[in-house]
């Protein structure tokens, strides 16, 4: 009977074996035959510029920085723009020195990081930290407000952005952590001590403020902001990038270098990579995973009661990171410390409701624990669909009741829901904007495109062009940070 029973057992385990084997050469082959036939590599995916990594940046003072920075857009110049082939050069290639997106053209290059510092003496510091494959472009505009509001700014450009897609292929995330620091210690020498201090975080930027603000529980001598906002918070993203890592393994193979890259597109986005390498995807989950971990263990010892109010903007229907995640992960764990989510709904006119998916229509329901809670919620919902608007109906924490303040914004009538790259942008923004104005150019307008036609004649797929790139409600969102800034928490020791 023992003898049978190891020979099922081993039957078992060989079986196993050769099942992981054959799964593991389905993948290999598939992500094989995606480098075979996926679009060729360019200069752009092939060149890595050098970068400061964590130890050179938590020694590095502002100056030395930009200095590092302007050697960084330099090599950018001489290895890619400068050495670009003929069928390269044409206006939709940001890095042809004769396009009209090429950022080194533009009025201002926001690939840079950059400081606005107001008229009189600072009243505060603020540090802004943009999200993945992105650049300190995306949260200028509320980067602005707080400088005309007397605030010292410093939107700091993460390692490995603002230059070329390759750049995510060396990069690991404690060089962000470490570009963090290094923000908040510039913004502090700006202002001083004696004034308050505001992160704010987009996507994966998000994540890193409140990382930061979990280490600044531990280590005293980091400066401890008095407050957080978040735009989009990668607090929790999906499961495929848990194994991002090894979506890339043909990649050590030099013939299946296309195997390193989720996505290989046209770069005709001044401020934004439009490519997706690996790394990128694996490094967005390790810093999530990482601030999960320190999360839980503050909440077990009780520390969390030192967390300053975050005052959070998510869209209840968001692709990139998990709404869920951002209710139960961080918010369903914080003090009463007076912080606030407001979440936005989609839009649920008749237009558009026969096409919502079933689990899109009830998702502020399966999103939300029953009142009450030790947060304020706010929901910016159309209680009447096709009605005189959005309202904001806030509910305070510890109590079931809830207020109501009519916006008198609506939805435009062709959209359907915000999207979590549209929440820094208002309407005019010259690039995203679905109404641009002012005069600014950037060479092209992103969020205006008409998306109406036949397939095959854009470069790019309808999808990346049909997504939302600007907040209708960005009004109410600048108005509730102004409201974060005029009631200041207590000074963090």
């Not at 989950?285 to 969390?304: I, P």
């Not at 995640?325 to 003090?335: E, F, G, M």
């Not at 209680?383 to 939805?411: C, F, K, N, R």
């Amino acid at each position: 009977m023992l003898r049978r029973i190891r020979s099922i057992l081993t039957w078992l385990l060989i079986s196993g074996f050769l099942i992981l084997v054959l799964v593991l050469a389905v993948f290999m082959g598939t992500r094989i035959w995606e480098a075979e036939t996926g679009a060729p590599l360019q200069a752009w995916h092939s060149f890595v510029p050098e970068e400061l990594d964590a130890e050179e940046i938590d020694e590095a003072d502002w100056a030395t920085w930009l200095a590092a920075e302007e050697r960084v857009m330099a090599e950018v110049r001489s290895e890619v723009t400068d050495r670009l082939e003929p069928e390269d050069r044409i206006p939709a290639n940001r890095y042809f020195a004769g396009s009209p997106v090429y950022p080194p053209s533009l009025a201002h290059d926001w690939n840079r990081s950059y400081i606005l510092q107001p008229e009189g003496p600072p009243v505060g510091a603020a540090v802004f930290l943009h999200g993945l494959t992105d650049s300190p472009y995306s949260l200028r505009h509320i980067a602005k407000r707080y400088r005309d509001l007397g605030w010292a700014t410093v939107a700091i450009r993460m390692p490995g952005h603002g230059t070329v897609p390759a750049g995510l292929q060396d990069v690991e995330w404690p060089d962000w952590s470490a570009a963090t620091r290094l923000a908040v210690r510039e913004a502090r020498r700006l202002a001083g001590d004696a004034v308050p201090l505001h992160i704010v975080g987009f996507s994966n930027g998000g994540a890193l403020a409140f990382k930061y603000a979990l280490e600044a529980l531990d280590d005293p001598a980091l400066a401890r902001p008095d407050r957080l906002i978040l735009l989009s918070p990668m607090i929790g993203i999906t499961e495929f990038a848990r194994f991002a890592g090894l979506a890339g393994l043909p990649a050590y193979f030099p013939r299946f270098a296309r195997a390193a890259w989720i996505a290989v597109l046209p770069e005709f986005n001044p401020f934004k990579y439009n490519s997706f390498p690996v790394n990128g995807a694996r490094q967005s989950f390790l810093v999530t995973a990482a601030l999960q971990s320190e999360l839980a263990r503050h909440a077990r010892d009780g520390s969390l009661e030192e967390l300053p109010p975050i005052l959070t903007f998510q869209s209840v229907i968001d692709f990139t990171v998990s709404t869920p995640a951002v209710v139960s992960t961080l918010y369903d764990r914080l003090p009463a410390n007076g912080s606030e989510l407001v979440l936005f709904d989609l839009n649920r006119s008749a237009r558009f409701g026969p096409l919502l998916r079933p689990a899109a229509a009830t998702a502020i329901e399966r999103l939300l624990t029953p009142p009450p809670r030790r947060y304020d919620l706010t929901t910016v919902v159309d209680p009447a669909p096709l009605g005189d608007g959005m309202v904001a109906i806030t509910e305070p924490a510890g109590t079931d009741e809830a207020m109501e303040q009519p916006l008198g914004i609506a939805y435009p009538t062709d959209v359907f829901s915000l999207s979590h790259v549209a929440l820094p942008f208002p309407l005019d923004d010259p690039l995203y904007g679905l109404e641009p104005a002012g005069n600014e150019n950037y060479g092209v307008n992103l969020g205006a495109t008409a998306v109406r036609g036949e397939r095959g004649a854009l470069i790019v797929s309808i999808d990346s062009v049909a997504r939302m790139a600007s907040n209708p409600f960005f009004p109410y969102l600048l108005e509730r940070v102004d409201e974060a800034i005029a009631n200041p928490a207590p000074l963090a020791p």
